[in-house]
């Protein structure tokens, strides 16, 4: 065979698809060169080689179609366009502000821990985060007291009651502690020259259990012993004077109101 036609072979080999096609003819070549003793630039500049054509992006098209290459070159542009806008699409956006844990939850949970705290008498923090200190044993009433209060309590007895008043930790509870060594009588008869009528329409009487002994009490004892202010006693009084007994606290309980 000429030399013109076993590289044209070689060369018509070499543009096909088939990948084991062209690894016979590279092997062919190189055979081919060494039987020869020749290299394939002599064979270059010796050969005249033939006019090949190449295939062409319109020989890839289906029989149906009647695109032209600079079509098919648009259509793939775009397609590669709308591949990358999908995916780009599917990731997040890297501007994307992340979303905030809902503080609604956290919010309602600190409230209800300052809530426990303060019923139990411990330090909290208010809503404006103001600190509000532990509540702690007052200073009793004084020497000339005429029920001599301290002479009749000890130490130990008074904190046991502090501590007995605290350990509730419910404000209804509280309250019927109150209510429970509280005496409410009509008052006495009024000795005063003037003819003013007293706003103080009954009087009010004080006392402690300690065991089975109930021991009276004055008021200065009685409010600095259980580190509470005169506001407790007023509610419990007018719970019982509208209720007859003490009622569930009302505060959060008012539900949700129609907003216009």
Same mark, same amino acid.
């Given at each position: 065979?000429?030399?013109?036609?076993?590289?044209?072979?070689?060369?018509?080999?070499?543009?096909?698809?088939?990948?084991?096609?062209?690894?016979?003819?590279?092997?062919?070549?190189?055979?081919?060169?060494?039987?020869?003793?020749?290299?394939?630039?002599?064979?270059?500049?010796?050969?005249?080689?033939?006019?090949?054509?190449l295939p062409t992006l319109d020989?890839?098209?289906?029989?149906?179609?009647?695109?032209?290459?600079?079509?098919?070159?648009?259509?793939?542009?775009?397609? +590669?366009?709308?591949?990358?806008?999908? &995916?780009?699409?599917?990731?997040?956006?890297? =501007?994307?502000? *992340? !979303?905030?844990?809902?503080?609604?939850?956290?919010?309602?949970?600190?409230?209800?821990?300052?809530?426990?705290?303060?019923?139990?008498?411990?330090?909290?923090?208010?809503?404006?985060?103001?600190?509000?200190?532990?509540?702690?044993?007052?200073?009793?009433?004084?020497?000339?007291?005429?029920?001599?209060?301290?002479?009749?309590?000890?130490?130990?007895?008074r904190k046991s009651l502090f501590?007995?008043?605290?350990?509730?930790?419910?404000?209804?509870?509280?309250?019927?502690?109150?209510?429970?060594?509280?005496?409410?009588?009509?008052?006495?008869?009024?000795?005063?020259?003037?003819? +003013?009528?007293?706003?103080?329409?009954? &009087?009010?009487?004080?006392?402690?259990?300690? =065991?089975?002994? *109930? !021991?009276?009490?004055?008021?200065?004892?009685?409010?600095?012993?259980?580190?509470?202010?005169?506001?407790?006693?007023?509610?419990?009084?007018?719970?019982?004077?509208?209720?007859?007994?003490?009622?569930?606290?009302?505060?959060?309980?008012?539900?949700?109101?129609?907003?216009?």
């Amino acid at each position: 065979m000429r030399m013109v036609d076993k590289l044209g072979a070689l060369v018509q080999l070499l543009f096909e698809d088939d990948e084991n096609l062209l690894g016979e003819a590279e092997a062919e070549c190189e055979n081919w060169f060494l039987s020869e003793g020749l290299t394939f630039n002599d064979v270059i500049l010796e050969t005249e080689l033939p006019v090949i054509d190449l295939p062409t992006l319109d020989d890839y098209l289906p029989i149906d179609q009647s695109w032209s290459s600079d079509s098919l070159e648009t259509a793939i542009a775009d397609n +590669d366009d709308a591949n990358i806008n999908k &995916s780009s699409s599917d990731a997040p956006l890297a =501007g994307r502000r *992340k !979303r905030r844990p809902k503080a609604g939850l956290t919010l309602k949970k600190k409230v209800h821990a300052a809530k426990q705290a303060r019923n139990r008498g411990e330090a909290y923090n208010t809503f404006s985060g103001r600190l509000v200190p532990a509540r702690t044993l007052r200073q009793p009433c004084t020497a000339l007291c005429r029920l001599q209060c301290s002479a009749r309590f000890s130490p130990q007895e008074r904190k046991s009651l502090f501590q007995e008043f605290w350990s509730i930790a419910d404000h209804k509870g509280q309250w019927e502690f109150i209510a429970k060594n509280l005496d409410i009588l009509p008052k006495g008869t009024c000795t005063s020259d003037k003819g +003013d009528e007293s706003r103080r329409s009954a &009087s009010r009487r004080y006392y402690f259990w300690v =065991g089975q002994d *109930k !021991r009276q009490v004055c008021k200065t004892y009685f409010l600095n012993t259980l580190a509470i202010s005169n506001a407790w006693i007023g509610t419990v009084c007018k719970k019982l004077a509208d209720h007859g007994c003490v009622n569930e606290d009302g505060r959060g309980r008012i539900g949700n109101r129609k907003k216009a």
